[in-house]
C-alpha cells in the first residue's frame, strides 16, 4: 500500500494539490504537469486520466484545439485549475499532385472494406493506455543526426490531386530509404504492421498517459506489437511504403483523439 499515506491526508492537512507544468502551449502542443501520485486530471471539463505514480501527466492540444483551455487537478486535498491561452498554430498549404486516385478517394468494395479493418486496427493502437512516465525526460528525434531534412511542417491543410483533404498530421523527415527510425523515448510498441494502404510499414509506441508516437512509410519493421522499447532502441527504417512520393518518415503524436506536433515535444522534459 505504498500510497496509503496520501490516501491518509486527514482533513488538517487538506490543501489544493501542488500543480509545476512545462511545455509548448498552442496548437499542437502539449503541457507535463507535476502534481501529487494518481490526482485525477481534467482537460476542458473531459476527465483525462489520472497522473502516473510520481504523480506526473501529459495533456496534448489539438491541432485545432481552441483558444483557451481549462486544466484541473484534484486529490483528496481540494483541486486547482488554471486557464491558458493557446498560441494559434501557423499551419501550411500542401498542394500533392499525380498521387494515384486509389490514394486519395478510394471507391473499390474491396480496398473499402480493407481500409475499414486497417482503420479498426489503427483505432485500438491508439487506444493504448499503458501506466507509465516514459515521457518524462521528453523526446529526441528519430532519426540519426544530419541523416534528414524536414521536407513537411505539421498541420499543413493538404489539397491532394486538386481536392482539399484532412489536415496533414505530421512532421515529414526526408531521407534515404534504410535510414534507421530511433525510437525517441521509452515505450511499449502498440502496433507494428507492413501493408496498410495509406501508411504501409507503420508502427506506434504508447508512452504513457494516453500518449503515442507514430511512423509511417516503413522499408523495415524491426518490433513486434507489446515489445518494450527503450529511447534509441532502432525501431525499424525508412522507406516510401504507403502513400509516399518519395523516402521520408512521416512522424505524428497523438494524446487521447488529438494530433500533436511531435517536433514540439523534442527537449522538452518534465517538471520534477
Ligand atoms: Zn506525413
Not at 14 to 37: D, E, K
Not at 58 to 64: A, L, Q, S
Not at 108 to 135: G, H, V
Request: with cysteine; glycine share 12%.
Amino acid at each position: 500500500m505504498a500510497f496509503a499515506s496520501v490516501k491518509l491526508a486527514g482533513p488538517a492537512l487538506a490543501a489544493p494539490p501542488p500543480l509545476r507544468l512545462s511545455g509548448a502551449w498552442r496548437q499542437g502542443g502539449f503541457a507535463f504537469g507535476h502534481t501529487v501520485p494518481r490526482a485525477d486530471v481534467w482537460l476542458d471539463d473531459e476527465a483525462v486520466g489520472r497522473a502516473g505514480p510520481t504523480g506526473l501527466f501529459v495533456v496534448g492540444f489539438d491541432r485545432d484545439a481552441a483558444a483557451t483551455a481549462t486544466l484541473r487537478v484534484a486529490s483528496a486535498g481540494g483541486s486547482v485549475s488554471h486557464v491558458f491561452d493557446l498560441v494559434p498554430g501557423d499551419f501550411d498549404i500542401q498542394r500533392i499532385s499525380g498521387l494515384p486516385e486509389d490514394q486519395v478517394s478510394p471507391s473499390d468494395p474491396a480496398l473499402l472494406a480493407r481500409l475499414k479493418q486497417q482503420n479498426e486496427l489503427k483505432l485500438a493502437a491508439l487506444a493504448s493506455r499503458i501506466d507509465t512516465e516514459d515521457f518524462r525526460h521528453g523526446f529526441a528525434m528519430p532519426l540519426p543526426a544530419r541523416s534528414w531534412r524536414q521536407s513537411a511542417r505539421f498541420g499543413g491543410q493538404r489539397i491532394l490531386n486538386g481536392e482539399p483533404k484532412r489536415p496533414h498530421y505530421g512532421a515529414d523527415l526526408a531521407a534515404p530509404t534504410g535510414t534507421a527510425i530511433l525510437a525517441p523515448a521509452g515505450g511499449i510498441v502498440s502496433m507494428a504492421s507492413t501493408g496498410m494502404h495509406f501508411e504501409g510499414g507503420l508502427t506506434m509506441i504508447d508512452h504513457g498517459q494516453g500518449l503515442v508516437s507514430i511512423y509511417l512509410h516503413q522499408s523495415k519493421i524491426l518490433v513486434t506489437a507489446g515489445q518494450r522499447v527503450e529511447r534509441g532502441t532502432k525501431i525499424g527504417e525508412v522507406g516510401m511504403t504507403g502513400r509516399a512520393t518519395g523516402p521520408h518518415l512521416c512522424w505524428r503524436m497523438t494524446w487521447r483523439g488529438r494530433h500533436l506536433d511531435p517536433t514540439l515535444l523534442v527537449g522538452q522534459t518534465a517538471p520534477v
